[in-house]
């Protein structure tokens, strides 16, 4: 039997290149290398912790489920699902929380970064998250978590919260491990000191940007003084970041294409990578643009999903339940 994958996102607005980059390419070559039983899930009850309006999280959960089948995850080879549709979920995170050291928590870096993000909304919601996502991965028997480095505090509170239940109340969870994948750290488009952000619109290039968006955005991106092209994150952190985005769409090493534009301008430069863009998300736009047209068919793969999932998740909880005396 295969082992058991399991990662998610946030249905907390369009997807940005960088979010596609660390994220979603990687879901699609995992579901595509066999290796794996995959669970991708939508994680709706996560993104209640940023306060949403709700027809604002009703459409923004439609657009996710149209990323993720238009990039490629297919609902034959892998299970897609919607969080808050599996109670067990919230059912698990509330027994978790009982073995949680508070001192963990609190530890937890991404606690303190959103906080400071969202200073008028610091909820319980940010500050439990983590326990909600031990409960997302523990839930289905994952062995393999696809993480960036930022998660990897995260998947180690996941497998803390597995072994203290385990030593209390018996071997229920297996403890999973990460699988470390190459993040490229995507910077904005204005400010190439600071990471790319669905929050600064004009500073991001969204997968579903038409090709006329990527050009405009682009031609407006920070470079840096001189007319060399040559990648220097220090000296040049606009330009570089503008290589290095072009190295991951094409898989080339930045200073690789540093070399291809010797003697060649700015604009030549940015032209080239908005073309390479355009280009590549070009199929992703029609499919998505038809899955759109279809919201009926995308909440029936949702719910398909989610009612397999169920069944996964609600069994095994029902082992919890017995564990602690329920």
Not at 295 to 320: F, H, N, Q, W, Y
Request: net charge positive.
């Amino acid at each position: 039997m295969k082992p058991i994958l399991v990662s998610g996102m946030q249905p907390t607005g369009r997807l940005h290149i960088g979010n596609y980059l660390g994220a979603l390419k990687n879901f699609v070559e995992l579901q595509n290398s066999g290796e794996y039983q995959c669970y991708f899930f939508l994680a709706d009850l996560h993104a209640l912790t940023e306060g949403p309006e709700p027809k604002t999280l009703a459409a923004n959960i439609l657009n996710l489920t149209a990323d993720y089948l238009a990039a490629g995850l297919d609902p034959k080879k892998s299970l897609i699902y919607q969080q808050s549709q599996i109670p067990a979920h919230s059912e698990l995170a509330w027994v978790l929380n009982t073995v949680t050291p508070m001192g963990d928590l609190e530890r937890m870096t991404q606690y303190k970064d959103k906080s400071a993000r969202q200073a008028a909304n610091v909820n319980a919601g940010l500050f439990d998250y983590p326990v909600l996502m031990a409960a997302d991965i523990l839930i289905y028997g994952a062995q393999f978590i696809p993480v960036g480095e930022d998660q990897l505090q995260h998947l180690e509170l996941a497998r803390t919260v597995a072994r203290k239940f385990n030593a209390r109340f018996g071997e229920t969870f297996i403890e999973p491990k990460g699988s470390l994948t190459q993040t490229p750290r995507v910077m904005s488009l204005k400010d190439p000191l600071k990471k790319m952000s669905k929050s600064d619109p004009e500073g991001c290039l969204f997968i579903d940007d038409s090709p006329e968006e990527i050009k405009r955005k682009l031609a407006r991106a920070v470079t840096d003084s001189g007319a060399e092209i040559l990648y220097d994150p220090e000296k040049k952190p606009g330009l570089s970041n503008l290589l290095e985005i072009y190295g991951a769409f094409l898989g080339k090493d930045p200073h690789a294409v540093a070399i291809d534009f010797e003697g060649k301008q700015y604009s030549d430069l940015k032209r080239g990578l908005a073309e390479l863009i355009a280009r590549h998300f070009e199929k992703f736009r029609a499919k998505k643009a038809a899955l759109l047209a279809k919201p009926v068919a995308m909440r029936k793969i949702l719910a398909a999903g989610s009612k397999k999932a169920g069944v996964v998740a609600t069994k095994k909880m029902a082992e919890v339940k017995k564990r602690v005396g329920y």
